[in-house]
């Protein structure tokens, strides 16, 4: 090894970028050539002073809070669909809740003619981006029924739907145009299903699935109760979760 | 369409985002402080990088987050120092291109007054010395790393991270520091 390569060797060894080879080779030479050995102690000393001196800039909190907030503001717009509904950490303040629900809003009315469907859409998707997706939460139907019960003229059947792999966890209201609604919701894995009933004839229901901006909403109805089921989750699955729910329930 | 400038921050984005970008926040902060020589400058780099983190986020590989961030907040850096000093980037550019550096940096170092503290010397280095610098001694990245980050080959990594040590050493603030009645007013 010479000088000259010995200048660039005593840098990766003090980076801890040489291999022990390097490292041997480089001591082998510093030991016979005091300028490179000079060299070397410079650049510790160097190195020590600049760890010890140089200040490590902290971000201020105020920025760590900005930071999370517009996060959460450009997130839940942009991605409705396949959003993890629960345990997402919440989102940021009713501002960026309201604006995502004019935007998909907007959307939705331009697409849906019909309203009904529409307006499930719309309330499944606006009760999840501003966080208002549940106000009675409970898996235990005999908690949820009375709650919206008291709230309606009419007495909604909350079905549990055991063993379908979705899990009743709680009810809220909507209006579906103009009328107030029973909503239960259930979750099937990471998603969250808005299970809207009525009693039956209070909108025309549509003829079979329908989709809109990848949200399936699937009629159902037993004869006295109109079910509007609305979920990311598969089409397949939903029907066959929809045909539980107006299914009678088994005696107990 | 959607390949180079995603318009949009894919789905579960804020959430690998808080889980994956966030503990590197600080990190992000200190290289855009050191960069951009401001702290109120600092932050303004670092919400726009963390809007396009979010925004590329489905290409981050988990365990490469810190250097993959500090990768969008130096690139975000140079945009802004483009809009908004563009002297300073013309600056930087042109020292980029240069095969040898030449004598420059140091006479911007001899122009500075002695007995300043080693983080103004660090300070006063040009943009492309400071950045290898920072990200070695205080990001403590890799060689590997700082060549991603700052997008330029391992062996200029090593010569920008010499030279930036050499301008340190010889730049009289140094001596000043060592022999502190020399300089100082008290």
Not at chain 1, 186 to 193: A, T
Not at chain 1, 239 to 250: I, N
Not at chain 2, 43 to 66: F, N, T
Request: charged share 20%; with cysteine; net charge neutral.
């Amino acid at each position: 090894m010479n000088c000259h390569e010995a200048t660039t060797i005593i840098a990766a060894v003090a980076d801890g970028e040489a291999d022990r080879r390097m490292r041997q080779a480089l001591a082998d030479h510093v030991r016979d050539c005091p300028d490179c050995a000079s060299a070397q102690q410079a650049l510790a000393d160097l190195r020590a002073r600049v760890r010890a001196e140089l200040p490590y800039h902290a971000a201020p909190p105020a920025l760590r809070a900005r930071v999370l907030d517009a996060v959460r503001q450009q997130a839940p717009a942009a991605a409705p669909r396949g959003w993890r509904w629960f345990g997402a950490g919440g989102l940021a303040g009713a501002v960026a809740a309201a604006l995502a629900f004019v935007v998909v809003n907007a959307v939705l009315t331009a697409r849906a003619r019909d309203d009904v469907i529409a307006a499930a859409v719309t309330a499944h998707v606006h009760a999840t981006t501003a966080n208002q997706l549940i106000a009675v939460a409970s898996s235990d139907q005999h908690t949820v029924k009375p709650w919206l019960s008291a709230r309606l003229d009419y007495s909604p059947p909350v079905p549990r739907a055991e063993g379908s792999g979705f899990t009743l966890v709680g009810g809220r209201l909507d209006q579906l145009d103009g009328h107030p609604v029973a909503t239960l919701v259930y979750r099937y894995r990471d998603h969250v299903v808005d299970a809207f009933v009525q009693p039956a004839g209070t909108h025309p229901q549509p003829a079979g699935v329908r989709t809109i901006r990848g949200f399936h909403v699937v009629p159902a109805s037993d004869g006295a109760m109109d079910w509007l089921v609305v979920s990311d989750v598969s089409a397949d699955v939903l029907q066959a979760f929809a045909r539980t729910l107006a299914a009678p329930e088994p005696a107990r | 369409m959607t390949g180079r400038h995603p318009p949009f921050p894919p789905v579960n984005a804020h959430r690998r985002f808080e889980s994956l970008v966030m503990p590197h926040l600080g990190a992000g902060y200190n290289l855009a402080r050191w960069l951009a020589r401001d702290a109120h400058d600092a932050e303004d780099v670092v919400q726009e990088a963390c809007m396009r983190a979010l925004r590329y986020i489905g290409s981050l590989e988990g365990a490469d987050a810190r250097p993959w961030f500090l990768t969008i907040v130096r690139r975000t850096f140079y945009d802004w120092l483009q809009r908004n000093r563009p002297a300073e980037a013309l600056d930087g550019a042109r020292l980029d291109a240069l095969v040898d550096p030449g004598d420059d940096p140091e006479r911007l170092l001899l122009r500075q007054e002695t007995a300043v503290a080693l983080a103004d010397a660090v300070g006063t280095l040009p943009l492309p010395y400071r950045e290898v610098l920072v990200l070695r001694e205080l990001e403590e990245l890799s060689y590997k790393e700082i060549a991603r980050v700052a997008a330029i080959p391992i062996g200029t990594v090593m010569s920008r991270l010499a030279r930036a040590r050499a301008l340190l050493q010889r730049s009289p603030l140094l001596q000043a520091v060592r022999e502190p009645s020399a300089g100082m007013h008290g």
